[in-house]
């Protein structure tokens, strides 16, 4: 399975831009690198996802490594709002491999408190 | 837009009583997955559905049931709930497994005592 590896936690003070690390060093050629995030008492919520470019949306901007082995999601002015559990996450294969179904692997992720 | 809606949002239930969680999205998606998420261990998905008609087992599928008669719904069943089903439920529904969003539901809090 491929696996990623995020901080526990981190910190951030509203206004200021918020970069959130992501390591996943068994990345293969075809994994798309994406993002969920939760709000307390919440469902996940799509964030953003990538293959190789960098990649922006209304949300976020997604920092992909050239070698791909990380990948930063950053938070251009980080609000209260913001304040969530975030998941980097692999896609993986359900069921035995030559398959055609994958799910979202969700670990622990990121907790980020944005400060006031 | 209502998105992904689930019924109910909490529930208690007694030891072998049974209960059926209710998924429901207008997104037209084709696929549909149910996870729970417990303290400390992430989401883990249970089961998910590729079409009307169509279920299959996801990494923790004992103890629950699943349907898909119709496209835009897609219920979990408990037939005989334990202590150990206690958890918060996720239903979730995107246009494929490859790389499209997943769109997720509020959830259902179910405490089985």
């Known amino acids: 399975d491929a696996k990623t590896t995020q901080p526990n936690s981190m910190e951030s003070n509203e206004e200021e831009p918020v970069h959130l690390p992501c390591n996943h060093s068994t990345i293969s050629g075809t994994d798309y690198i994406h993002w969920y995030r939760q709000l307390p008492s919440q469902g996940p919520e799509y964030v953003i996802h990538?293959?190789?470019s960098n990649v922006n949306n209304r949300m976020a901007s997604l920092a992909i490594a050239e070698d791909r082995k990380s990948s930063t999601l950053i938070l251009h002015r980080a609000t209260l709002r913001d304040a969530a559990v975030y998941y980097c996450i692999l896609r993986d294969m359900i069921g035995k491999r030559g398959g055609s179904n994958y799910k979202l692997t969700f670990g622990k992720g990121t907790l980020l408190t944005v400060n006031p | 837009n209502a998105g992904v809606t689930q019924t109910p949002k909490f529930r208690v239930l007694k030891t072998g009583q049974s209960m059926t969680l209710l998924c429901a999205q207008d997104?037209?998606?084709?696929?549909m997955y149910w996870y729970r998420q417990d303290p400390g261990m992430g989401l883990r998905l249970i089961h998910y559905s590729v079409g009307e008609g169509t279920t299959a087992k996801g990494e923790v599928p004992d103890g629950y049931n699943v349907s898909r008669l119709k496209k835009q719904n897609f219920l979990l069943g408990l037939e005989s709930a334990a202590p150990s089903q206690t958890s918060v439920y996720f239903c979730a529904s995107s246009y494929s497994t490859a790389n499209q969003p997943q769109h997720f539901g509020d959830g259902t809090r179910l405490s089985i005592l």
């Open positions: 990538g293959l190789t």
């Open positions: 997104m037209n998606h084709e696929y």
